[in-house]
Nanobody, 126 residues
Framework: QVQLVESGGGSVQSGGSLKLSCVAS????????MGWFRQVPGKEREAVAF???????VYVDSVKGRFTISQDNAKNTMYLQMNNVRPEDTAIYYC????????????????????WGQGTQVTVSS
């Protein structure tokens, strides 16, 4: 089992920056793809960015060039640096982990993703 705890959400003005963190604990034997989904009330959860254990990153088009995903393996922590944020980035951001490769996880239906954090709210005002 993997436990995921997010932090770093909050309110920011359009064009600003925010950094989310996700601390993972539990299974240290397997190599997971870790990443972020987000959800706006009334809409489906959508993929944002993912990083494999070897550091390879995958981004959806809407955040490419603005968001950067990274990880510190010594701290079992993954980060999402969000720059030049837009009002449409407003959502609850969920940290996820799965044994799929990230190239697969980015198109995996949320219901099939194994491990989820509790979510952290990001609000971008115009």
């Amino acid at each position: 089992q993997v436990q995921l705890v997010e932090s770093g959400g909050g309110s920011v003005q359009s064009g600003g920056s925010l950094k989310l963190s996700c601390v993972a604990s539990g299974d240290s034997q397997n190599k997971y793809c870790m990443g972020w989904f987000r959800q706006v009330p009334g809409k489906e959860r959508e993929a944002v960015a993912f990083i494999d254990s070897d550091g390879s990153a995958v981004y959806v088009d809407s955040v490419k060039g603005r968001f950067t995903i990274s990880q510190d393996n010594a701290k079992n922590t993954m980060y999402l640096q969000m720059n030049n944020v837009r009002p449409e980035d407003t959502a609850i951001y969920y940290c996820v982990a799965d044994l799929f490769r990230c190239s697969i996880l980015v198109t995996t239906p949320p219901a099939n993703v194994d491990h989820w954090g509790q979510g952290t709210q990001v609000t971008v005002s115009s």
